[in-house]
T-cell receptor
Framework: DAMVIQNPRYQVTQFGKPVTLSCSQT?????MYWYQQKSSQAPKLLFH???????NEADTPDNFQSRRPNTSFCFLDIRSPGLGDAAMYLC???????????FGPGTRLTVL | GQSLEQPSEVTAVEGAIVQINCTYQ??????LSWYQQHDGGAPTFLSY????GLEETGRFSSFLSRSDSYGYLLLQELQMKDSASYFC???????????FGSGTRLLVRP
């Protein structure tokens, strides 16, 4: 059974057109992460939640927002996507050790 | 600052052994993790070393030396399916966040 589900798997949007990516989990973990990963680069942390406590990375652009209405769901909103925002967006769950994270399959975002 | 350094690319022959190194500089060290990522896929957790020494999991082993700020991932009996990117990662201080190395792309040749 999938532990981390991301929808959609592929998203195409136009320059400047808002887009929302979703992540859901079946494990009831309280820590969730959003990463951006560009080709041949390491995942870059955008934000993370401990329960509903939201933590924004200092270098995450204001264009990126997130919501976590309950433990199971988390959303990434990109208000005005630019060409540079084309990337894979990964949602991950934290475990008790915080050294092991479970990643979802990712959403590949294309910006035209 | 906090950083983890890895070679960008490694090539090896099917059936061989390959070692992927990771040197780190972090403030407050809690352990070193390794992740595998195939092209187009998500990172998957491979191993974690909290203490010095070698941890073995099947064909994969991971080593840590805290005194040298160094670790490595050892892959034995390489298979074509091992061609992927491998990332070392370490917790950022005592937070819930991981710092990832830049990744090593492993190419296994027949």
């Amino acid at each position: 059974d999938a532990m981390v589900i991301q929808n959609p798997r592929y998203q195409v949007t136009q320059f400047g057109k808002p887009v929302t990516l979703s992540c859901s989990q079946t494990l009831n973990h309280n820590v969730m992460y959003w990463y951006q990963q560009k080709s041949s680069q390491a995942p870059k942390l955008l934000f993370h939640y401990y329960d509903k406590d939201f933590n924004n990375e200092a270098d995450t652009p204001d264009n990126f927002q997130s919501r976590r209405p309950n433990t199971s769901f988390c959303f990434l909103d990109i208000r005005s996507p630019g060409l540079g925002d084309a990337a894979m967006y990964l949602c991950a769950l934290g475990t008790q050790t915080y050294n092991e994270q479970f990643f979802g399959p990712g959403t590949r975002l294309t910006v035209l | 600052g906090q950083s983890l350094e890895q070679p960008s690319e490694v090539t090896a022959v099917e059936g061989a052994i390959v070692q992927i190194n990771c040197t780190y500089q972090t403030s407050g060290f809690y352990g070193l993790s390794w992740y595998q990522q195939h092209d187009g896929g998500a990172p998957t957790f491979l191993s974690y070393n909290a203490l010095d020494g070698l941890e073995e999991t099947g064909r994969f082993s991971s080593f840590l030396s805290r005194s040298d700020s160094y670790g490595y991932l050892l892959l034995q009996e390489l298979q074509m399916k091992d061609s992927a990117s491998y990332f070392c990662a370490a917790p950022m201080d005592s937070s819930y966040k991981l710092i990832f190395g830049s990744g090593t792309r492993l190419l296994v040749r027949p």
